[in-house]
Nanobody, 117 residues
């Protein structure tokens, strides 16, 4: 089984920074992408994604402020979040997409990010 463990969430003041980590373990093959979603009242969106080839995608709301990166050797993805605002407050979920013929998504447990004004 594949397990994703997230860390790095917490409480931060507006303008501050946080770095989220997501470490995957288990029987993983053919990782296609890893990324982050966030969920809050009235909001459920893809924040960032990085493909196996290294290409990245970001939500418009975080472009220029968030950076996604990965360590393939450790099957770990990171999300550096800078210039945080209260609108970034949400539960952040890490995901991993794997498979060749059939793709399967795995999800982390979620980590709370709270940005105070």
């Amino acid at each position: 089984q594949v397990q994703l463990v997230e860390s790095g969430g917490g409480l931060v003041q507006a303008g501050g920074s946080l770095r989220l980590s997501c470490a995957a373990s288990g029987s993983i093959f053919s990782i296609n992408a890893m990324g982050w979603y966030r969920q809050a009242p009235g909001k459920h969106e893809l924040v960032a994604r990085i493909s196996s080839g290294g290409s990245t995608n970001y939500a418009d709301s975080v472009k220029g402020r968030f950076t996604i990166s990965r360590d393939n050797a450790k099957n770990t993805v990171y999300l550096q979040m800078n210039s945080l605002t209260p609108e970034d407050t949400a539960v952040y979920y890490c995901y991993l997409r794997a498979g060749q013929v059939t793709e399967i998504d795995y999800w982390g447990q979620g980590t709370q990010v709270t940005v105070s004004s």
